[in-house]
């Protein structure tokens, strides 16, 4: 083979590896192909400035290449343009400074971290929040002397006196974004996520034996009491309850880079397009970058605007059939009765904090600090009713039902400043250059909030049942019963950018 025939074979292999490099795209740099003459027989042929070069050089230093590729310039660069390719030059070189503002995009930029301007995220979550605490809602004694009452000696309790909910809650959490350009260093970010709601309740039905029973304290005898709802000897019924809960937050915010160093500067490729040949690229320099490249990392500032949402509810039901004559009642008598207890808790106000990313090859760790400063709105609802069915005569209904009486029954609100910090740690894989793969662990603290069974008084005057008249203390009463609320868990995600 002459070096003529190798020349040509050299210059298609180059040709091919240029077009699947490129990945399909159409350079718009013009290139020449200077010509190659053959190599002299010996230095004696080499014109006299070169022998000096040619005594020093190896056999293959001389060796004929097959083409060289040289960019076309119309003209000769200006001093402005000079000076722009030195900054670039400086930048391929890894000469990035203390805070990386190398770059072809006019302004700072920050190389570190997935390329791409847009990127959305998606998470399961698996959280754990703190439950409230429900009083004893239901009890029962083996002997019906005892009749349900709390502290008799064969009085135990069925339901209550414990917190609900305490089980793990699964949902999701979205996330979108946006640099506002290529630079990245200014974007802003919506994020939503809800855990869902969480039940836990109970259902109890008797014929008359097992007995069944509501207790509550009875301020007309200053001493524990019950309401029956089933007798052996002449009642029958079902009691039935239900707590749930619904957490949910939504915001957004603006995101400022604060500090940006990189460990090494790759040529900037602000809105250039992965292609196949790039993504194999991506996977040798991650290799590689994992065993000898230092940590990259960058720290921005996040503000903006935070809500979250805290509900509860507990609803109690009784449906009672008198089965023989208990004066004042008569066999056949029917009672629906019914407590409802909601509380809402709403924050809406400012959100500012502070997120750190650091990046070693392919994998990834962030931190996250940020606190929800405003106003927390609370609203409690009490309501409660009786209807009552008498053999021959028409059903009534009248307010109030045991622990829900004219009493307490209202719509109450009083707002509170807050504030609620929030803590994240996050680590990353990153698969190709578009997709993420991580996992991660959070936790916020919301302090005061109410919850809907912690705003039960269990201290009753009868007088008021079945719509009777209060004669004595004015009980159940309301006030507002705080407490602190947690969620935490763990989260797994994948993050496209593009």
Known sequence: MTIKHARYIGLCLALGWMIVGAGGRVSAAKWTIDPVVDAPASASALPSEMKSETADSSPSDLAPKP????????????????????????????????????????????????????????????????????????????????????????????FGDRRTNTDARSNFRFTAGWWFDCGRTGGIEFDAFTLGEANDGYSFTSSGSPLLARPFYDVSLAQQNAELVAHPTWLGGTTSGNISEYFQSAGFHLRLNLCCCEAYCPTPRCDEVCTRAELYYQYARAFAAAHTQPDSYRVDLIAGYRHYRLNDRLEIHEDLLVLENHPPDVAGTQFDINDRFRSQNDFHGGELGLVAQFYRGPWSFEFLAKMGIGNHNQVVQISGNTLVSRPGADPYNHQGGLLALPTNIGHYTRDQFVV???????????????????????????????????????????????????????????????????????????????
Request: overall charge negative; charged content about 20%.
């Open 67 to 158: 083409f060289d590729l040289i960019p076309r310039t119309e003209k000769e660069p200006t001093a402005e343009q000079d000076a722009t390719m030195t900054t670039e030059s400086s930048c391929v070189s890894g000469d990035c400074g203390s805070c990386g503002s190398c770059g072809p995009c006019g302004a700072p930029v920050c190389n570190v971290g997935p390329e791409g301007r847009a990127w959305f995220r998606a998470d399961y979550l698996l959280w754990w929040t703190r439950s409230p605490y429900v009083g004893p809602l239901v009890t029962t004694s083996t002997d019906p002397l005892d009749g349900g009452i709390l502290g008799r000696p064969t009085t135990s309790i069925l």
């Open 420 to 498: 609620i910090p929030e803590f994240g740690i996050e680590l990353g894989y990153q698969i190709d250059c578009r997709w993420r793969a991580y996992v991660g662990y959070n936790v916020l603290y919301w302090a005061n909030v109410l919850r809907a069974s912690e705003q039960v008084d269990f201290s009753v005057n009868p007088t008021q049942f079945s719509g009777g008249e209060l004669v004595g203390e004015a009980r159940p009463a309301f006030s507002f019963h705080d407490s602190d609320f947690w969620a935490q868990g763990l989260n797994f995600g994948l993050e496209c950018r593009f």
